[in-house]
């Protein structure tokens, strides 16, 4: 019995994330949605039990901290509800997040980025355990592995050990042009327990 009521803790906390994502995508917004582009860390995006579903939504105002997501490679413009991205003359824009990401982070399973138009070539995520460290690939698409969802790209997480905490992301886009293109949210999926 107790079996059958942890299955059930489990399969409603993963419905409560997936639901919050969705309605993310959709723009549906609440008070159970919290937008979190340029806070100083991850908000989670939806009440207990669901605290693994992460956005950060871009063109919201900066924080008075001024912790937010920077270009590395390329420049990151904020605009109004999406942030411009400018690619450098090898096509790439690189991103990296604020410090201090939440624990949760570690057991994301898929990154989605909502990116506008066509041409996006390459994602790779990659992550640091602390400022110091190096930067490790838990995620790369191209091709078909870069699958184009309504809700925006989806990159399936490397398989492998999840055991350490990161404390920051790394998003690297490659475009087919140096064009800009619009950069609307960047999101974090659970595993499924």
């Not at 920077?70 to 991205?85: D, I, P, W, Y």
């Not at 450098?88 to 138009?117: I, T, W």
């Given at each position: 019995m107790e079996n059958v009521i942890a299955q059930i803790r489990?399969?409603?906390?993963?419905?409560?994330?997936?639901?919050?994502?969705?309605a993310m995508v959709a723009g549906i917004e609440s008070s159970t949605l919290v937008q979190a582009q340029s806070a100083p860390a991850a908000v989670p995006a939806a009440p207990a039990p669901a605290r693994d579903a992460l956005s950060w939504n871009f063109g919201v105002a900066q924080s008075a901290t001024?912790?937010?997501?920077?270009?590395?490679?390329?420049?990151?413009?904020?605009?109004?509800?999406?942030?411009?991205?400018?690619?450098?003359?090898?096509?790439?824009?690189?991103?990296?997040?604020?410090?201090?990401?939440?624990?949760?982070?570690?057991?994301?399973?898929?990154?989605?980025?909502?990116?506008?138009?066509?041409?996006?070539?390459?994602?790779?995520?990659?992550?640091?355990?602390?400022?110091r460290g190096g930067w490790i690939t838990i995620a790369d698409a191209s091709g078909t592995a870069l699958r184009e969802t309504a809700d925006g790209y989806a990159i399936k997480r490397n398989p492998g050990a999840r055991d350490g905490s990161i404390e920051r992301l790394r998003v690297e886009f490659t475009f087919r042009t140096t064009n800009p293109r619009m950069l609307t949210r960047i999101a974090v999926i659970p595993a499924r327990p």
């Open positions: 489990i399969e409603r906390r993963w419905i409560a994330a997936a639901l919050t994502v969705a001024g912790e937010a997501w920077t270009a590395e490679r390329g420049s990151l413009t904020l605009g109004n509800g999406e942030a411009r991205l400018k690619p450098d003359a090898n096509r790439r824009v690189v991103l990296v997040s604020p410090p201090g990401l939440p624990e949760a982070v570690r057991h994301a399973e898929e990154f989605v980025v909502h990116v506008s138009g066509t041409g996006l070539e390459r994602v790779r995520i990659q992550a640091r355990r602390d400022a």
